[in-house]
């Protein structure tokens, strides 16, 4: 999830660049183990094939069904006791299917609860090779297990193709058409040819993923980490709106944190936003999750205009590569340009609008966040620090890494403290983390992936990108272009290889007057708040279940509240995470904050505006958070080497041979 903002006025060239993010950096104490955090309130059944198929060997000396036992008993045992899950099984009970009852024979072995650990692992233990494969029907109850509403995972396992009908993958078609938030993942065990195919085509229409298993470590780890993410899927949160088609009879919003669907057509979607501040800077970010067996890229458009239709900011939010695909975009109604009384800073309402673009019946239905925040004028920006330098890497010593559970999105994504973690990434992966930044302070971040060996290595087959973006509370990229002494280079995307990597990223430091850059490394680091590490493994077409150990070492470093602006009246900015205010009936007076005029005894400004007779502040405003994202797989690289000419009017550095698969917007030019 990155989002690019395009101020008016002021064509922006930024898209998101992925960053590697893995090691060991430096100068950190290693912090308590964090704990599993809690469900997201998902559920999963598990659907498991025992089929007489299953008593073949599984490639490792056992077999599968032995395989199967083993990979199913270390899955449950690690999953949250929180976690809703149940055991679903196929071809258990007639032998034949001349047989009355073959093709509908599936058992609810295990019912979806909590608590239910010992009753899952004794139906484990049963669990035998015996009869046909209805994989169908069974997937037709496992989504009637799963109930009609929430976050619904069926993982299937199967070991080949299906000898009843109906067929499975127009089955997962009709499943995936009952809500976005219910998929079907598929571990294939073995599999080959025409039933490799069908597995794959389920887990395309049921819009999850597949992964091929050929050993009884390669089924556990495609199980294990399926089964984790069921419960930390890609989340939408905030109070349900529904905006209008056109501007009258639009609700109107104050800064809060919101949620609505995208359409049946290419028809915006209107909404006012009230201004509670007289003088301060509106944003508003909008954030999705590209759905999945669409085209390469999905563009729409969120824009925010004044009520006469004059333009305030607009972007295209985008998202790339496959299910993980995620998509954030802002609309600020500040800018640089602005003069007295614009009614872009004066208004009482601006309007916001959401457009799907040209790929409207691919984003039909999709639900998305709408975050609002409001940032009052400042008091006075005379003695703030100036905007800040290209910053310079600090090294940091590695300490003992503590076990990690990432998130799959924002609302899932663990804070993590300065110190050294460790956890595993699987090919196609979304993991994001938090890391809190203040005023005065940069975040570090380096990631390492050791030397690989036996069936990891033969799994890397010869090079993978490891992907990951910096990301601010704004919804920006904000990886530092020209960092010095970086390990690794500056550069966002590493090249893994058997041999491991080391990569390092970090921001600018956090400064008021970042605003006034010319990019989003400046921009994006103009406000304090929780900013996000977003890491993806690129996958290949035939890949296995596998994961690689990742270890990640954060840092922040600089002196917490330097340089902090002092606002008007003593407001405090109104992020998109607070409690929705109720607004005022017209902006408070006592709030405004123009320009200085003769006479005056100080230099306060809207929101940053530009004070007369400095040359040092003429851009940009800091928002508290934007955008909830995201994978997550995925991630971009994009124009690295012409965004970086066209930033600095330098000649670009070299590209990397294949572009990077962040999903995240482009800017308008």
Same mark, same amino acid.
């Given at each position: ?59 490792? @000396? ?38 009355? @009852? ?9 019912? +979806? ?33 799963? @109930? ?5 995972? +069926? ?66 780890? @495609? ?157 006075? +920006? ?88 910096? +990301? ?198």
């Amino acid at each position: 999830m990155t989002t690019h903002q395009a101020h008016r006025r002021r064509p922006v060239v930024w898209a998101l660049l992925a960053v590697t993010l893995a090691a060991v950096l430096g100068g950190l104490t290693a912090p308590a183990a964090l704990a599993d955090p809690a469900p997201s309130g998902g559920k999963l059944v598990l659907v498991l094939d025992s089929s007489g198929s299953m008593a073949e060997p599984a490639g490792d @000396g056992h077999t599968k069904i032995a395989a199967a036992r083993t990979a199913l008993s270390s899955v449950v045992t690690k999953l949250p006791e929180a976690a809703e899950v149940g055991l679903r099984v196929y071809g258990a009970t007639v032998f034949k299917r001349t047989q009355a @009852g073959a093709c509908t024979d599936t058992q609810l072995t295990v019912p +979806i609860g909590t608590g239910n650990r010992p009753q899952l692992q004794t139906a484990i233990a049963k669990y035998k090779p015996y009869g046909e494969t209805p994989i169908g029907y069974a997937l037709q109850q496992a989504a009637k297990d799963l @109930g009609p509403v929430g976050q619904r995972t +069926i993982v299937l396992v199967s070991d080949g193709e299906a000898t009843c009908a109906p067929e499975p993958c127009a089955v997962a078609r009709s499943i995936a058409q009952q809500g976005i938030d219910l998929k079907i993942d598929v571990v294939g065990f073995r599999v080959g040819g025409k039933a490799r195919t069908q597995l794959q085509c389920v887990a395309r229409e049921g819009r999850g993923d597949y992964y091929d298993a050929d050993s009884t470590v390669d089924l556990e780890a @495609g199980l294990g980490r399926l089964s984790t993410r069921a419960f930390r899927p890609f989340r939408i949160s905030g109070t349900p709106v529904h905006g209008a088609p056109q501007q009258e009879g639009a609700p109107v919003l104050a800064p809060g944190h919101y949620s609505d669907t995208y359409g049946v057509d290419n028809t915006s979607k209107h909404y006012l936003i009230k201004r509670t501040i007289k003088g301060s800077t509106l944003r508003a970010g909008v954030s999705f999750r590209r759905p999945a067996g669409g085209s390469f890229v999905i563009q729409s458009e969120v824009r925010l205009n004044t009520l006469a239709g004059e333009q305030c900011g607009w972007s295209y939010p985008r998202g790339f590569d496959g299910d993980q695909g995620l998509a954030t975009g802002t609309a600020a109604s500040w800018s640089k340009y602005e003069k007295k009384n614009d009614e872009c800073a004066d208004s009482d309402q601006l309007v916001l609008t959401v457009n799907p673009g040209k790929d409207y019946l691919q984003l039909k239905g999709v639900p998305y966040e709408l975050r609002i925040d409001e940032e009052p004028p400042v008091d006075s +920006i005379a003695n703030l620090p100036a905007a800040a330098a290209d910053p310079v890497w600090t090294p940091m010593s590695g300490s003992t890494p503590r076990e990690i559970v990432p998130g799959s999105s924002f609302p899932d994504a663990p804070l993590l403290q300065p110190g050294t973690y460790k956890t595993t990434l699987m090919p196609g992966e979304l993991q994001l983390y938090r890391v809190k930044a203040d005023w005065g302070q940069r975040i570090q971040a380096q990631m390492t992936v050791p030397e690989m060996a036996g069936a990891q290595a033969e799994a890397i087959d010869g090079i993978r990108y490891l992907d990951t973006a910096l +990301i601010s509370p704004t919804g920006e990229d904000v990886f530092a272009i020209f960092a010095k002494k970086v390990p690794g280079g500056s550069y966002t995307k590493a090249v893994l290889t058997k041999s491991g990597l080391a990569k390092g990223l970090t921001t600018k430091e956090i400064r008021y007057l970042n605003r006034n850059g010319a990019n989003n490394q400046d921009t994006g680091t103009s406000t304090p708040g929780e900013y996000y590490l977003a890491v993806s493994l690129t996958r290949k077409a035939n890949d296995k279940a596998f994961t690689i150990p990742l270890n990640l070492t954060v840092g922040v470093v600089g002196t917490a509240g330097a340089g902090k602006p002092e606002y008007v009246d003593g407001a405090t900015p109104v992020s998109g995470e607070s409690v929705t205010p109720s607004p005022t009936e017209t902006p408070s007076a006592s709030s405004s904050a123009t320009p200085s005029e003769p006479g005056d005894s100080g230099d306060k400004n809207r929101a940053g505006e530009p004070v007369q007779g400095r040359s040092d502040s003429d851009d940009g405003t800091p928002v508290v958070l934007v955008a909830g994202l995201g994978g997550g797989g995925v991630v971009l690289l994009l124009i690295g080497g012409l965004i970086v000419a066209r930033l600095r009017k330098k000649p670009a550095p070299a590209q990397w041979p294949q572009p990077n698969n962040w999903g995240g917007p482009q800017a308008p030019r």
